[in-house]
């Protein structure tokens, strides 16, 4: 069974930043493409920020130059840097397998207060 696990979510002030972790359990990690999502109430799932392996990554323009996704033989990380309040969402890992399988972690809250 594979299991992702979120981690590093809470509360930070504009302009702040916060560092989310994705642990990956069940699969050979290393195989997995990795991604970051987030969503609000009411609102799609929007895709963030991807990553094969260093060097090969992909970023919303909504995130550019702000976020960074990276990863290691372990987990995968988003980097979240000068956060706004439009920020504040539910963060979700993602991981996609060499046959086409997805994964979801369970959801982790970023709120960022004005």
């Known amino acids: 069974q594979v299991t992702l696990v979120e981690s590093g979510g809470g509360q930070v002030q504009a302009g702040g930043s916060v560092r989310l972790s994705c642990a990956a359990s069940?699969?050979?990690?290393?195989?997995?493409?990795m991604g970051w999502y987030r969503q609000n109430p009411g609102k799609q799932r929007e895709l963030l920020a991807r990553?094969?392996?260093?060097?090969s990554t992909y970023y919303a323009d909504s995130v550019k130059g702000r976020f960074t996704i990276s990863r290691d033989n372990a987990a995968a990380y988003l980097q979240m840097n000068n956060l706004q309040p439009e920020d504040t969402a539910v963060y979700y890992c993602?991981?996609?397998?060499?046959?086409?399988?997805?994964?979801w972690g369970q959801g982790i809250r970023v709120t960022v207060s004005s």
């Open positions: 993602h991981a996609e397998s060499q046959s086409r399988a997805e994964y």
């Open positions: 069940g699969i050979i990690f290393s195989r997995l493409v």
């Open positions: 990553i094969i392996k260093a060097g």
